[in-house]
């Protein structure tokens, strides 16, 4: 539940952080800059407060820039501040929390302060996929500090007054004669939705920090070490028929969070980019106490297709989760990859083959549940047992095809269509009896066995223990930035 954040220069870091228990270093540090009346301005601290601490009796390095002294601009020992966090997480294998609001670089610093920044970016890239980073920005982030939230894991915006772009208003109109304000140029509710930068937007300061300790509990310290657990719960709603809200006929949409969060325990469905690319849904969840990734077409939007926003988001996701060990759980329901001009100049070819790689390559335990359909590559790509995957069940009535009838039978029937129109309804009939019917996949062992809707969580936490030892913790590769 969120608290008010008090007021004052550590309270932002003291309500992140369990009481008592940050320790701050680098607090008389100052610039050496004398140009320009900087000699006169010289606080303690160089406008940002850095240190160590414990977040849920774990051990973090944090960090947050303070916007009332020097605005938080960014100078060499403001950055050396950061860098020396960033170089003893590493070293401690202990997550870095970093709580954004500053100016910018400090223009009195010139090239000093740029040089800063690529340090910091050095460092971000040196311990991707080693320690959970989080980037939490609570106001400004202009020019290149935008890069190091862009080089995390994952990254949390608030609301109202934060802000990230690369060039500015001022800049834009002059550029390109635009009229922007500071929200429509980079504000939370763009990178939200069209951009995809934002993972989760808060709705005042005390959310953001409530969402980052949330974060955090899905994720362990490092990539060595075991991932946190919490105790079981039942779901909040159990499965009944056939998979409560999900319609018999394929072709009508449903919300596939309803199934999610069926299948996971209760209250510990957190999505990430919800507003960005929502026909693919992403999150962390637990089953039985432990903490997975979920990745699940999502019937609503654009009928589940995947597309090249989806393809990304869905990448870097499984990516992140692989790096980190936490196990994937795949709901699929797509009728294929999104048509269209814009989509194949747009890339998807080589997007689209994104998320393909980061499901072949990921290591950690890997179960996928058909719930009506899966076509074309983009059945392949939903993580088939063909690209990898431990193991694959399919729900009554799910359908596995090239395509889907209506299209197939245009192509196989053509000449009887021609013929006799009016035995659409039976070729119909036959082409999903004779190409489509769920025992055909099962038969062949591209899916594992056919389970009741009702039974998916129980099959899949019973093959998630089966696998546990399958990848022990370990570093595996870096979360690039998709």
């Known amino acids: 539940m969120s608290v008010e954040v008090p007021t004052g220069r550590l309270a932002r870091l003291e309500a992140l952080v369990d009481p008592d228990s940050f320790r701050e270093s680098g607090s008389q540090a100052r610039h050496h800059v004398t140009a320009f009346g900087m000699a006169a301005k010289r606080p303690p601290g160089d406008g940002v407060i850095t240190g160590s601490a414990r977040l849920d009796g774990r051990p973090i390095g944090v ?3 303070d916007p009332k002294q020097l605005g938080g601009s960014l100078g060499e020992v403001h950055a050396a501040k950061i860098a020396a966090v960033q170089d003893h997480a590493a070293k401690t294998r202990v997550p870095v929390v970093g709580l954004l609001d500053s100016g910018g670089a400090r223009i009195q610093e010139g090239v000093g302060a740029l040089d800063g920044y690529g340090s910091i970016f050095a460092r971000n890239v040196a311990m991707s996929g080693r320690v959970p980073q989080i980037s939490v920005v609570l106001g400004a982030c202009a020019g290149g500090a935008v890069y190091s939230p862009a ?9 109202d007054g934060a802000n990230m772009f690369v060039t500015g208003p001022k800049v834009v109109k002059a550029v390109t004669f635009e009229d922007v304000t500071l929200e429509e140029l980079g504000g939370a509710s763009l990178h939200a939705t069209a951009s995809g930068v934002a993972h989760l937007v808060a709705d005042d300061a005390a959310d953001a920090l409530d969402l980052t300790r949330g974060v955090l509990s899905y994720l362990p ?3 060595w070490d075991e991932l946190p657990f919490s105790p079981p719960a039942e779901p909040e709603q159990l499965l009944l028929g056939g998979g409560r809200g999900v319609p018999d006929d394929h072709r009508l949409p449903y919300d596939v969070r309803g199934i999610v ?9 957190l999505e990430l980019q919800e507003r960005f690319a929502a026909n693919l849904v992403i999150g962390f969840a637990r089953m039985d106490g432990k903490p997975i990734g979920v990745v699940a077409n999502q019937p609503n939007v654009l009928a589940g297709c995947l597309d090249i926003n989806a393809s990304e988001k869905g990448a870097r996701f499984v990516r992140l989760c692989d790096a980190f060990g936490l196990p994937l759980v795949v709901l699929v329901d797509v009728p294929g990859f999104l048509p269209g001009l814009g989509q194949e100049a747009g890339g998807i070819i080589r997007k689209g083959a994104k998320l393909l790689y980061a499901f072949a390559e990921a290591k950690v335990p890997r179960v996928t549940v058909v719930l009506r359909k899966a076509f074309g590559g983009a059945y392949i790509v939903m993580n088939s047992k063909s690209l990898g995957a431990d193991a694959v069940y399919i729900w009554p009535g799910a359908e596995l095809a090239v395509m889907g009838a209506e299209g197939a039978i245009d192509v196989i029937f053509r000449r009887d269509l021609e013929a006799d129109p009016s ?3 039976e070729l119909l009939g036959r082409y999903r009896a004779e190409a489509m019917a769920p025992h055909l996949p099962a038969e062949r062992l591209s899916v594992d066995e056919i389970i009741a809707p009702h039974e998916t969580r129980q099959v899949v936490m019973t093959t998630l223990a089966s696998l546990q030892r399958k990848t022990p913790p370990a570093y595996r590769h870096d979360n690039l930035p998709q």
């Open 423 to 425: 035995r659409r309804d």
């Open 261 to 269: 969060r069926g299948v996971v325990d209760a209250d510990s469905f």
């Open 63 to 65: 960090f947050a820039q």
């Open 221 to 223: 310290s490092s990539c």
């Open 151 to 159: 080089l995390t894991d994952l990254v949390i915006m608030n609301r």
